[in-house]
């Protein structure tokens, strides 16, 4: 016997067995073969518990891409002297279907005097970036401002997460001190991006 939960929130393929008859009828992007209930097309299951008929809700085919002036929470992938390769995990509020490349120069990183780029941000950071332009096939973030940098980092001597202390950012574990350009909400989760985003279209325009 299946989870409830399974049965309600499972991704499922076109011709996925989904179950019998005796379980449940075939309804909405289900079909059935001698007692055996199959899915018809990808999607997530559905399972209506009341009249025991299983529903396939199709994924939404749609690419949502990420617009100029978004905020963007991104993964770094790599750093060198004068520019940081992030993957962009969601931009305001909603996450994306597929990955999308955005990179940080030198001059939009928000930190004056910086001897490199590998100061700033370092692989595996979580950094909040605003989306400041698109240019072949890139997309182009700036972390200036107080609120923008890294919202989470990792240790670069042992891997745990990094606690910030004032201007500095210390493990816990075994004490190595780093360096970040992190944003104020650094290690919060409670940010309103909708009413940050509209603070800084009102400072800058991109
Ligand atoms: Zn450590």
Redesign the pocket.
């Known amino acids: 016997m299946v989870s409830m939960k399974e049965k309600s929130e499972r991704l499922v393929l076109p011709g996925d067995r989904l179950g019998v008859v005796e379980e449940f009828s075939p309804g909405h992007g289900a079909f059935e073969i001698d007692g055996t209930v199959f899915s018809s097309f990808a999607g997530l299951t559905y399972l209506d518990l009341k009249s025991r008929v299983i529903n396939i809700k199709p994924l939404s085919r749609k690419v949502l891409m990420p617009k100029v002036g978004d905020l963007a929470i991104c993964e770094v992938i790599s750093t060198s002297e004068k520019h940081v390769t992030t993957q962009i995990i969601r931009g305001s509020g909603r996450f994306f279907n597929i990955p999308f490349t955005g990179v940080i120069h030198l001059k939009t990183i928000g930190v004056r005097y910086l001897k490199s780029l590998y100061e700033a941000y370092k692989p595996r950071d979580i950094v909040l970036a605003q989306i400041i332009g698109m240019k072949n096939g890139f997309y182009h973030l700036s972390t200036q401002g107080m609120e923008l940098g890294a919202l989470l980092s990792y ?1 670069s ?2 891997g ?1 997460n990094l606690k910030r202390e004032g201007a500095f950012m210390q ?1 816990k ?2 004490g ?1 001190v780093e360096k970040r350009k992190f944003s104020i909400f650094y290690g919060r989760s409670d940010i309103d991006y909708d009413r940050l985003r509209v603070r800084l279209l009102s400072r800058r325009r991109v």
């Open positions: 240790c001597q042992c745990s493990c574990n075994c190595n």
